[in-house]
């Protein structure tokens, strides 16, 4: 399994992604699931996957030289001179299904099902950022303003930080700070997704970035995150009054009525019923 999230802001775009691919009691595999293509002064993009891991190889592979034309005579589209984020993300789609007709039916009868998650985003020359989660079929939908980051892989614990602190207006240093205290969350919970980290942040507009790192268990930032995020938790969790069954005086009682609905009836004897 695995953990990637990228997140679109108005300051610029920030992507992180774990590295395990296999996480058995014998056997702990590390692949890398980013992807940086860069061009500066004219485009900068990024590429995250998730899922099966000769497929989405596969993909990178191929997108490297797929060409998606619009008509017979028309020039051949590639991520490199896309115009747009939008062609450059319907040149990964045509990618996926370049793979999915050449392996399959092969897969298939291998009893393997073509499972691939991506996520897509970056900045062409002539528009603003964009960002994008493409799907096993190719399709795929766009980041907005309501929903500003994606999340591949085993997101659901590093989801909760995410809702409640990333806007559009969020700065990119922030949200880098929030991008690592989602993964924490996700490593502390789930076994599948593990160190080492890629981390890469890029600012609007400048076609280029220099804040790509691989972050290991000796980082020490990401040791000092950790500590502080469980001991910070911890506190607010203390500071929270503890449930009243007693009848003790609090301004937050916990025993009482419902405005809709009555308490959990109690069956005492089998001849009674629930409803």
Same mark, same amino acid.
């Given at each position: 399994m695995t953990y990637c999230v990228a997140i679109k802001l108005n300051a610029g775009l920030v992507f992180l992604s774990d590295s395990r691919t296999n996480a058995g009691l014998d056997q702990i595999s590390t692949f890398r699931k980013m992807i940086v293509y860069e061009k500066p002064g004219d485009r900068f993009m990024v590429l995250l996957s998730a899922g099966n891991l000769s497929i989405s190889q596969s993909v990178r592979e191929i997108l490297q030289v797929e060409k998606l034309k619009e008509h017979e005579d028309s020039e051949p589209i590639t991520i490199?001179?896309? &115009?747009? $984020?939008?062609?450059?993300?319907?040149?990964? #789609?045509?990618? %996926?299904? &370049?793979?999915?007709?050449?392996? +399959?039916?092969?897969?298939?009868?291998? #009893? !393997?099902d073509f499972n691939v998650s991506l996520i897509f985003g970056g900045q062409i020359e002539g528009e603003g950022m964009r960002l994008f989660q493409v799907y096993s079929a190719g399709n795929f939908i766009e980041a907005t303003p309501e929903t500003p980051y994606f999340q591949i892989g085993e997101s659901k614990y590093g989801k909760p930080v995410l809702d409640r602190v990333i806007t559009p207006t969020t700065p990119l240093n922030e949200a880098a700070k929030c991008a690592l205290v989602s993964m924490d969350s996700t490593l502390k919970s789930n076994l599948s997704v593990g160190l080492p980290l890629d981390l890469v !942040?890029?600012?609007?507009?400048? =076609?280029?970035?220099?804040?790509?790192?691989?972050?290991? /268990?000796?980082?020490?930032?990401?040791? $000092? $995150? &950790?500590?502080?995020? #469980?001991?910070? *938790?911890? /506190? !607010? =969790?203390?500071?929270?009054?503890?449930?009243?069954?007693? #009848?003790? &005086?609090?301004?937050?009682? *916990? $025993?009482?009525? +419902?405005?809709?609905?009555?308490?959990?009836?109690? %069956?005492?004897?089998? /001849?009674?019923? *629930? %409803?």
């Amino acid at each position: 399994m695995t953990y990637c999230v990228a997140i679109k802001l108005n300051a610029g775009l920030v992507f992180l992604s774990d590295s395990r691919t296999n996480a058995g009691l014998d056997q702990i595999s590390t692949f890398r699931k980013m992807i940086v293509y860069e061009k500066p002064g004219d485009r900068f993009m990024v590429l995250l996957s998730a899922g099966n891991l000769s497929i989405s190889q596969s993909v990178r592979e191929i997108l490297q030289v797929e060409k998606l034309k619009e008509h017979e005579d028309s020039e051949p589209i590639t991520i490199w001179n896309a &115009h747009s $984020m939008f062609d450059a993300a319907r040149v990964l #789609g045509a990618a %996926i299904r &370049h793979v999915y007709e050449r392996d +399959a039916a092969s897969l298939k009868q291998a #009893g !393997v099902d073509f499972n691939v998650s991506l996520i897509f985003g970056g900045q062409i020359e002539g528009e603003g950022m964009r960002l994008f989660q493409v799907y096993s079929a190719g399709n795929f939908i766009e980041a907005t303003p309501e929903t500003p980051y994606f999340q591949i892989g085993e997101s659901k614990y590093g989801k909760p930080v995410l809702d409640r602190v990333i806007t559009p207006t969020t700065p990119l240093n922030e949200a880098a700070k929030c991008a690592l205290v989602s993964m924490d969350s996700t490593l502390k919970s789930n076994l599948s997704v593990g160190l080492p980290l890629d981390l890469v !942040v890029y600012e609007v507009n400048q =076609f280029q970035t220099d804040k790509v790192v691989c972050i290991d /268990e000796n980082n020490p930032y990401l040791r $000092m $995150m &950790h500590n502080s995020w #469980g001991v910070k *938790l911890r /506190e !607010v =969790f203390d500071s929270i009054e503890d449930p009243r069954w007693d #009848g003790g &005086h609090t301004t937050v009682p *916990l $025993m009482q009525n +419902a405005e809709r609905s009555g308490p959990l009836k109690k %069956i005492a004897t089998p /001849e009674e019923k *629930l %409803i």
